[in-house]
């Protein structure tokens, strides 16, 4: 047998709260990138590309970044890139792409060009 590493188990209470709001945008994030298919060779073939879905997540996070942002201090910078990244993502992967403005998220962001 070999002996794993014992890594502490922290109390949900002595985690920061911009701690758990980076790790709840990082997971929306990714799973967004997931459903665009981005994490696959070929996106436009990816078996994991649901747009509804993609459209749901980016919206949550643009949502929780947008409320968080006074929070995040050197977190929110390279989050709203983030955001932003997967916006035009779902823009020009979509086939009849929405207004500006009506895009994912766009309510929280404004229009991602």
Do not use: C
Request: overall charge negative; charged content about 25%; cysteine-free.
């Amino acid at each position: 047998m070999t002996d794993q590493p014992q890594h502490p188990v922290r109390e949900l209470s002595d985690v920061p709260s911009v701690e758990v709001i980076s790790k709840a945008a990082v997971m929306l994030l990714s799973a967004a990138a997931e459903r665009l298919g981005l994490a696959d060779e070929d996106p436009d073939t990816s078996p994991h590309r649901d747009l509804d879905e993609a459209r749901r997540l980016i919206t949550a996070l643009a949502g929780l970044i947008t409320a968080s942002v006074e929070y995040l201090g050197p977190h929110a910078g390279p989050l709203r890139e983030g955001l932003q990244s997967v916006q035009r993502a779902f823009r020009e992967t979509s086939a009849v792409p929405d207004e500006p403005g009506q895009g994912p998220g766009e309510k929280f962001t404004g229009p991602v060009y």
